[in-house]
């Protein structure tokens, strides 16, 4: 089992930066694939990107596609996800996932671990 802990979300202009990591404990980091998802004020669980365990593939949403980068550093347990252009629809809950499938999935159903999220917010 592994353990999820994000961090580095807050208040940002339309139009800046963010940079939210996604820290595992317990079992090893490598084998899992990850991903962020988010969840705005009365919306459903979104997928926003997703990194295989090794980094060498991803994927994205068409909303951030060319505007956030995932990555990962496994020898620091350790997710990332660098948010450029923000917008004020990007407002919402960041939460990181894994799971030992090494299929780049995009439904949250398909994730075993989650971690507690963290709130980033874009005025206008």
């Known amino acids: 089992q592994v353990q999820l802990v994000e961090s580095g979300g807050g208040l940002v202009q339309a139009g800046g930066s963010l940079r939210l990591s996604c820290a595992a404990s317990?079992?090893?980091?490598?084998?899992?694939?990850m991903a962020w998802f988010r969840q705005g004020p009365g919306k459903e669980r979104q997928f926003v990107a997703v990194?295989?365990?090794?980094?060498?593939?991803?994927s994205y949403a068409d909303s951030v596609k060319g505007r956030f980068t995932i990555s990962r550093d496994n020898a620091k347990n350790t997710m990332y996800l660098q948010m450029n252009s923000l917008k004020p629809e990007d407002t919402a809950v960041y939460y990181c996932?894994?799971?030992?499938?090494?299929?780049?999935?995009?439904?949250?159903?398909?994730?075993?671990?989650w971690g507690q999220g963290t709130q980033v917010t874009v005025s206008s």
């Open positions: 996932a894994a799971d030992t499938s090494p299929v780049l999935r995009r439904l949250s159903s398909q994730y075993s671990y």
């Open positions: 317990g079992r090893s980091f490598s084998p899992y694939t």
């Open positions: 990194i295989s365990w090794s980094g060498g593939s991803t």
